[in-house]
């Protein structure tokens, strides 16, 4: 695919421009349901959640996911929950776009730093990230917990 614009960034801050993302974060988040991502959207966005996406020739190719936050280990940073290119649109740059402009909003807003985590299986994004620079700097680790209201048996 060849566009003929160049890239738009936005936040998604309206409705309709975060419904507009759904159709590429769902390409890493299958769980997310269409009919309540922009209320999700919203409940996170209390939170200090974002949505940043890419448009090319009126058409969302990429979004991130993200939020600055802030810790004892880091001080202020942004955390990137989410970073997608459509299937459709890879290689064609609009990932580094997006990650630069990311960088590029953490550094205006004070951050140390910018931190994702990917998952392990994810070979491809690891090569991207080290493209960029990007360091792994720790371990993850995780343990689901059933929910309090659950029956254990």
């Not at 769980?31 to 996406?53: C, E, K």
């Not at 371990?139 to 689901?144: D, G, K, W, Y």
Request: hydrophobic fraction near 50%; charge should be negative; aromatic fraction near 10%.
């Amino acid at each position: 695919m060849d566009a003929t614009l160049p890239p738009l960034i936005f936040l998604a801050e309206t409705d309709a421009q975060i419904d507009a993302c759904f159709l590429i974060m769902v390409q890493l988040r299958p769980l997310i349901q269409a009919n309540a991502f922009v209320a999700q959207v919203r409940r996170l966005a209390a939170g200090g959640f974002l949505v940043a996406g890419v448009e090319v020739d009126n058409t969302v190719v990429a979004v991130a996911g993200f939020r600055i936050t802030e810790n004892l280990i880091r001080g202020r940073f942004m955390y990137v929950d989410d970073l997608v290119v459509d299937g459709a649109w890879r290689s064609h740059g609009y990932g580094k776009t997006l990650l630069d402009w990311l960088i590029d909003y953490a550094t205006r807003h004070h951050c140390t730093c910018v931190e994702l985590d990917s998952g392990v299986q994810r070979f491809a994004a690891h090569r991207f990230y080290f493209q960029q620079r990007m360091v792994i700097s720790a371990h993850h680790f995780s343990l689901p917990l059933a929910p309090p209201d659950s029956d254990p048996s």
